[in-house]
């Protein structure tokens, strides 16, 4: 059984900060792909960012790109996902995931097996 608990969400105002943070269990975290999506009320789920295994390299949405950053500490079974200069279009609820991609079946392929509870990001004044 997988289990994956997001924390860090909150409310902040435009051009803030949040670290949100995602503590792993239940399977061995670094033999696999991570991701966080998130999903705005009333609105289909939209990937943010991914992250290899091995922490390699990493892929960002292109609204994300320049503002957020998602690192894993492997050691502490933990993913981390960094967001700066948070503008309203942000506010969602985000989601940790484990992707199927791995050392052996690939880097990350985009399709995911296990989900967190979100945490909810509201950008506002």
């Known amino acids: 059984e997988a289990q994956l608990v997001e924390s860090g969400g909150g409310l902040v105002q435009p051009g803030g900060s949040l670290r949100l943070s995602c503590l792993a269990s239940g399977f061995t975290f670094d033999e696999y792909a991570m991701s966080w999506v998130r999903q705005a009320p009333g609105k289909g789920l939209e990937w943010v960012s991914a992250?290899?295994?091995?922490?390699?390299?990493?892929y960002y949405s292109d609204a994300m790109k320049g503002r957020f950053t998602i690192s894993r500490d492997n050691a502490k079974n933990t993913l981390y996902l960094q967001m700066n200069s948070l503008n309203a279009e942000d506010t969602a609820k985000y989601y940790c995931?484990?992707?199927?991609?791995?050392?052996?079946?690939?880097?990350?392929?985009?399709?995911?097996?296990?989900w967190g509870q979100g945490t909810q990001v509201t950008v506002s004044s």
């Open positions: 992250i290899r295994w091995n922490a390699g390299r990493t």
């Open positions: 995931v484990k992707d199927r991609g791995s050392a052996s079946t690939g880097w990350v392929v985009y399709d995911y097996d296990a």
